[in-house]
């Protein structure tokens, strides 16, 4: 199939995906779907109006990299392409605009923040309303957009663990010294389903095939080392307003960290909260601690 949009949105997705309404709610789209099932695509609701539809992997970055492997020719006619999962909703019209604001802003790796009360797993990928884009150390597996050079550069890296976890590591790492990685704050998204590491779908599939997130993160972080921290870097942002260099990274970095306390003390106390009332508290698989201090 022929197409003259310059980019492509990759959603791995299954009954609940949120994809369809995505496409219906864009219809200038700058755009090409493809839809990589893990279940039978007719069990998903919507009309079914993807460019590409394919069954691959175990998990979206396996899969997609079967699909790279079998369709590079294709995937290269593509200028950014977005990975993403199938809770994550973009206001109409909004997918279209990240993936301009990439180009414009010449991004190789980046994702959309998150707004604020939605399901978040790192602060660092927050809506900071103080910057447009944010130069980071860290975008996570969730919906990242990568360049097709950063594409090709991190392919490798799909298949290092089963649950994904620590792959987003390693692109940190790899990345660390190059200025490359970036929160387009400009556009917000939705991540619809809060993660659940004991009783969801995919962790019951791992448990079952015994594959430990934890052992796999360990593994990515011994080979690939630290990098910092995930944090928002001291510099190098898009401000939102125009304030200069200078202060337009101040405002942004302020800003920042006033995200990070607020969200540190509203963890804390929500901790404190089931502690009091005899619950257990959830962990993030591999989680040592607070990863995003500064």
Known sequence: MKSERPYLAVFRAGAGSV???VLAEDPSRNWDCL???WMDPATIPGPATEEFVFLDGENKYDGFAAILQREEALIRRYRYVLLADDDVYFQPG???RLFSLCEEHHLYLAQPALRW???VNHVVTLWNPASRVRRVS???????????DALLELAPTFTLSRSTYGIDLAWGALLRDRAAIHVVDAIRVDHLRP???TGGPFYRKLSALGVDPAAETRAVKARYGEFGGVRTRTGGHVARLPLGVALGDASVVAVDRMILAWRTALDRAWRVWR???GRPIPRFPG???NPESK
């Not at 860290?138 to 097709?148: A, D, G, K, L």
């Open 35 to 37: 839809f990589n099932a």
């Open 287 to 289: 989680d040592t601690g």
């Open 94 to 96: 909004e997918l279209s």
């Open 275 to 277: 502690w009091l009332r």
């Open 117 to 119: 009360g939605t399901n």
């Open 19 to 21: 994809h369809r309404r």
């Open 138 to 148: 860290f975008v996570e597996v969730m919906t990242p957009v990568f360049s097709i």
């Open 195 to 197: 993660v659940d590491w």
